[in-house]
Each structure stands twice: as C-alpha cells, then as structure tokens.
C-alpha cells in the first residue's frame, strides 16, 4: 500500500512509500482496514493508491477517512 503526502505550504513534493510485506487475505462481505498516522502544520493530504497511478477516493467499495484531531487517516475496502 503505498500514500502520498504533499505539504500545501511549499512548492516541493515529499514521497513517502510504505510498504508492509505483509499478504492480507478478506473473504467476500468483509473489509479490509489500512491506517496511518499523519502530522503538521497544515494538516497533510493524504492519498490512497491502487499501483502508482490509479487514486482512491470515498465511495463505491472504497471508503477514504481523515482525522484531523488524532492525525489518523484510514482505507477501508469492502470485498465483494
């Protein structure tokens, strides 16, 4: 699962790419969770991504959260 963090204050991009090594397997109706935790001033945008180029937004079977107090930001996937 890769993100991308880009501060609004300046004109240069920061690339963050996290990568578990992990397999996650889900069954047909359930969900699959992702979290990171974020900070700054201002808050950073946070991108979900499907390979390098396809983004994740809220909505269908995606479901896309930001918590500005905590800093946590999350990807819930429902599996069809």
Same mark, same amino acid.
Request: net charge positive; charged share 25%.
């Given at each position: ?19 578990? !090594? ?6 047909? @109706?359930? %969900?699959? &969770?992702?979290?990171?935790? +974020? *900070? ?10 499907? !390979? ?6 809220? @909505?269908? %079977?995606? &479901?896309?959260?930001?918590? +500005? *107090? ?11």
């Amino acid at each position: 699962m890769k993100f991308y963090y880009t501060n609004a204050v300046s004109a240069r991009h920061s690339l963050f790419i996290v990568t578990s !090594g992990k397999i996650f397997f889900a069954c047909t @109706g359930e %969900r699959l &969770e992702f979290r990171c935790t +974020v *900070e700054g001033n201002p808050f950073p945008k946070v991108n979900w991504k499907k !390979g390098q180029w396809m983004q994740l937004d809220d @909505g269908g %079977r995606y &479901e896309v959260k930001r918590n +500005v *107090e905590t800093g946590v930001c999350s990807l819930a996937i429902k599996v069809r």
